[in-house]
Structure formats: structure tokens, C-alpha cells
């Protein structure tokens, strides 16, 4: 098994202004060189998808696509900077929001349709002039777990995948081992409640600290949190009409047999105080289950869930992490897509 055991990080799924209602975006102060496209991709059963493309102005030449898929919706700040960061590496930088998501006119359902929905994204970037015909991806936690999603059935185009800490629905949240785990009840407001992301739900641990103590007191079950809550949950309550990992969540991602037809490099990054770990992993080990020929590498170290996705801490649980293990993981990952797409030509030492 290809398994490199090293230090590494992973990139915070960070927080949006839930006031971003506006109908178009104002890309404010950018730069000349870049040229900024909003597009709606439609999908194969007639939803459409919400993307940002960021070419380099003056490119004649169709370059390979760095696509991120995510339920985070964060236009002004971070999302149009990472495109911003992949044309300026010498690609074309496109991010797709889950359906239901900023312009997306469908309904919000956290997991379920992303394996489609990136399947069809990375089809029709893959057909446009601009693009070479090549792929890969990047991301992690919510972002990891939209790359396994696409290889359920894998695209042609799709080359690569660099996840951190990818979740896998029903097997590390909402629910793990058939046990529901608490926070992703906040978690259904923060990204359900709008086109962004409801942060004022999202931020308020109070409200549902209590919600937690008056359940533990009161002994209400557990489908009827949201009585307690006093706000019903309608994310919460689809996740637990499903309390067994049955078809509705094998479906959201790779399952089994799936697995023996990802032939494409992956690189995984991991933490070992990642309180999801099991997610990411279980990737790892069904993939080499199904397909013992597999290139899959991973990179783990003394990280949190989101240390992971950054550069690490110093500091965690008491532990002083070594300055060695405190890796540029977004460095690492475009040198991965040099080694994948350009034969290593453009190394940084």
C-alpha cells in the first residue's frame, strides 16, 4: 500500500455573512488580468449549478481546470482569492456550489445529489474551448467529500483528487457507527437556511448548548430535538428517518464495488486529532479493498479537523507539534497537480 505517513494540514471551511442576498455579485477591485465568469450549469435531471470561473486574461491556450465543490458559499472573501490562486499557478480556477446554493434555484440537500451534480460540473467544464479536457480537484471536510462523490461514477476528464479530512455521510457524520452526532444539527441551519450561510444560527452555541442540556434532562427523543429547539428541522429530521447506513446514504458517495474502478491518483490528508477520521480513512482502506493496484498516498499528522486544511497549530491538546510536521498543505497540494499535469516541470523546492 502507497501510504506516505508525514505531517500535514487541512483548509477551514470558514464562515460567510448570511446578509449576502444580493441577486449579482460585485467583484470589487480585481485585477485586470483575470477574467471573471458567473455561470449556471445545468445537470443532466434539469437543476442548475452555481459557479465561478477565473481564467488569466490574454490565455489563448485551453489549460487544465482545478474545480473545488462545496456547500460553503463565501464569494467576497476566500472562494474568488482560491481561483484567483489557480490561474495565477497556471490553471483555470472553477468553484461549484451544491445545488440549491447562491444562484442555484433547486432545494438545499446537504450530501445527496453532489454525486451527480460534480460529475455533471466536471463534464461541461471539461467541453468548454478553455479547457484542455483535464481535471483535478482539491478541498476538504465538506469539499473532500464532493470529490469522492464525482468518483462514484468516474468522469474521464477527472485526473486527480486532493482531499482533506473528507466526511463520508452516514459513516462519520451525521451519524457514526448508527449513533447521530450532535453538532451537525446546528450544521443543517448554518448551510439550509439561505443561499449563503446562516452564520447567525450558525454562531449561536448557546441556543443549542441548552437545546442539549434540556434533551439530556428531559429525556425527549431524539427525532424530536427540534420540539425542544422550538425551530423544526427539516435536514435533521430527513438524516434520521435513516438511522442505519442504508441506501440512502451508500448512494451519496463510493460504496463498496464502486471502488475498484478509481483508477486516478489520490492524495489524502489526514490528522490524527481529526474527531472525523474515520472518514477519510475509510476512503482510504475500501479503495485499496476494491482496487489493491490503486495509487493512493496519504499524509498524516498531529492535526485537528480544521488544522488539517491549514498549516497546523503549534500547539494541540497540550501537545507541542515539532516545526517539521507544520507543512504548507496548499503548497503541497499544486505541487501534486505539477507532478499529475505537468510532469513536475514547475517543482517548488
Known sequence: MKIFLNFFVFLLISCNSSSQKNKSIQFKNLNSQYNIQDVLIKTRDGAKISAIICRKNGATEPKTVILQSTIYVRDKGRDLNTIKESADRGFIGVIAYTRGKRFSPNEILPYENDANDTYDVIDWVSKQKWCDGRVGMFGGSYNGFTQWASTKKLHPALKTI???????PGLGLPMENNVFIN?????????GNNKYLDTVAGNDRQRFRNMMFKWWETGVAYNKMDSIDGTPNRLFQRWVSHPSFDEYWQKMAPYKEDFSQINIPVLSIDGYYNDSQNSGLYYLREHYKYNPNAEHYLIIGPY??????????KEINGYRVDKDALIDTNEITYQWFDYIFNNGKNQFN
Open 304 to 313: 485537528s479537523h480544521f488544522g488539517a486544511q491549514r498549516n497546523g497549530s
Open 162 to 168: 486532493v482531499h482533506y479530512v473528507a466526511n463520508r
Open 183 to 191: 453538532p451537525n444539527y446546528e450544521w443543517s441551519f448554518y448551510v
